[in-house]
């Protein structure tokens, strides 16, 4: 059997070579092509095509680590969870976010400083199956993090999952030209946004039998332009 209830997810990496539309159906194989029994981890390489023509839409791979003991999590069905995102209200986030509301989940999107852009995204999804919250905080702030999650407990009434989808604004600035305070934005936004959030979940995930957090990356490192 493939890894699954209690595995530990550990990284995943798709490409996608096809555009796969809404109603389409689609045929997944998934194989295990290598296990490290030294680091119980195993290696699953992914495959996807369309069963109309049979045309590869998407393929990858996908790292898992076999627990010593299979920890049974209460996941709850996503119409019934609560979930954080950040950047949540523009971008990949905002995407996220919709989708989660089709699903029936309450949403708690956060934005660092475009509010019209978040009242726009809260006039769109009016009418969605799940509950939109929008707040403004800036994840580099660790006050402004511990803030939300005073001001939120109660209205959410305990939280299932986290994606962190926040990210500054991508640079095509040649490395010779590029300062420390561009780097500390990254790192403070991956990094120690990410911490201080999950940190401030941890209590929520216990609580609630469990929980799950998703970190969204980007692939500019897989490209790099040449200098």
């Not at 009418?127 to 407990?153: I, K, N, P």
Request: glycine content about 8%; some cysteine; proline content about 3%.
């Amino acid at each position: 059997e493939l890894p699954g209830r209690g595995s530990l997810w550990m990284s995943s990496s798709i490409e996608f070579h096809a555009p796969v539309y809404v109603g389409s159906a689609v045929c997944f194989e998934a194989t295990v092509a290598h296990v490290s029994r030294a680091v119980d981890v195993v290696l699953i390489e992914i495959r996807a095509s369309r069963e109309s023509d049979g045309a590869m839409v998407l393929s990858g791979t996908a790292k898992v680590m076999i627990l010593e003991e299979n920890v049974a999590l209460s996941y709850r069905p996503l119409h019934e969870q609560h979930v954080i995102v950040s950047g949540g209200t523009r971008g990949l986030g905002r995407i996220i976010s919709r989708t989660l509301l089709d699903a029936g989940a309450t949403v708690l999107a956060l934005y660092r400083s475009d509010e019209s852009a978040a009242a726009a995204f809260s006039e769109e999804c009016a009418g969605r199956r799940g509950q939109l919250l929008t707040r403004r905080c800036d994840v580099r702030d660790s006050d402004a993090v511990t803030t939300l999650f005073a001001e939120v407990d109660d209205e959410l009434e305990g939280i299932d999952s986290f994606v962190h989808a926040a990210s500054p604004s991508l640079q095509d600035v040649p490395f010779a030209e590029l300062d420390w305070a561009t780097v500390q934005s990254f790192l403070e936004t991956y990094l120690k946004g990410c911490l201080d959030i999950v940190r401030c979940c941890v209590p929520h995930f216990r609580a609630r039998g469990g929980g799950r957090v998703v970190l969204i990356g980007s692939e500019a490192v897989q490209a790099p332009r040449r200098q």
